[in-house]
């Protein structure tokens, strides 16, 4: 019998986040993400990270990122009948999320595949999907819920996506009673739509992410002043701009800036969204608008819609979107995948970035080796799908749209912590990351460790 915490994965990687807490008899698993990126070997997401899922009390989910939450409903599919707990944001995202996630697999597994490509495996499909919904239960923030009598557990807002939460864990075995804080992803401290994150409470050891934990970001522009010169560029050029966003996070984010600038100065350009899935999560924000920051509850006095700027038009599927075809600048055409690595953004990219009448809007952090990532790099030729193409088209890298704290954010958040000085853990971060963060917080007198895969950390 004893208090230990065990990473199960989302160590030196950014994906596939999982943890496992136990406490005497009592178990409970933080997050079930999928593993994503290019792994040698490959991920493989087919196995669950825990034998008996009967042993379980409790699941919880931190947010509705498919890192954290993309294993999730093949739980259902291995016999789990416990509960899913997670903010009431979150718990409204997760159809849309989840149903998104089975058609992206429907698709990869029956569709065409190349040379000796293995076809991907249906970790779940609809049923599975629709089953583990029933089994979600949503939880105010700042309030304590007994999952055994060994665990309470409290949601915090972390700032990061709507609903985002860290999970402070209040674990009592036979002799002694620890808290462990989780901090899912954190937010910045100066983010909109979503406000940044809340003071974390007191804690014997936090399990932290540190996905920037090696970047100080020195800002120049505002996000505002950074969009603003990328809408006046393409203005004066005619050129039709290319954002590739995440259906959640980053579409919000930069539907909202839009909606800000337009309540200036009028945009005067069709600003175009080509997701379902994000044209879906942005409407389940508008449930949740007190939810959001002063400046989106600024532009909600005036009677503006703060995430529909009023050019906005949808395209909701590839019928929808035929218009865009016909597009020409200046215009804003937003697509997945956030990192450019699929999805619809991948066609627009194709007929565009050979011509200089296209601008590529980078919002936020691109994995240096997505496709995003290269395009940062302002490189002559990109090769995309096995042919090369040219790059003729401006690239614009838009500041302050992360929906990460850098370094000195995490660092912030840590010491806002009202008077324990805890044990740090640090996860979800790539090995890079994860070293240069330890040793900033080790030079600032925190305690760290960094926990190998599947090793147990007993308290
Ligand atoms: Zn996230």
Known sequence: MSIQITLLSAVDRVTGACTLVEAGSSRVLVDLGLIQGDHDPPPDNTKLPVDRLDWLDGVILTHAHIDH???????????????????????????????????VQRRLHYGPITGDMDRPPMLYDQPEVNATLDSVVPIPWHQEIAITPNIQMTLIPSGHVLGAASVLLHCQDQQRSRRILISGDIGPTHSSPIPPPHAPPDADLVIMECTRGDIDTHQTKTPLESLNTCIRHAHASKQIILAPVFALGRTQSLLHRLAQLDAVDPLNMPIVLDSKAGAQLTSIHTRHMHELSDDAQQLIQQGLDPLRPPSLQIARSKQEARFIRDLTGPALVMAGHGFAEGGAILSHLKKWLPSPRARIALVGFMHPQSLGGRLAQDPPRVRIDGRWHEVQASIDQLEGFSGHADASGLQSWLEAMPSARPLVCLHHGDAEPRRTFAGRLQNAGWEVCLPAQGEPLEL
């Open 69 to 103: 939450c993309g294993r999730m409903p093949m739980l259902a599919r291995h016999g789990y009948q416990g509960s899913i707990f997670t903010s009431s944001p979150t718990a409204d995202l997760l159809d849309t999320v989840w149903t998104a996630s089975a058609r």
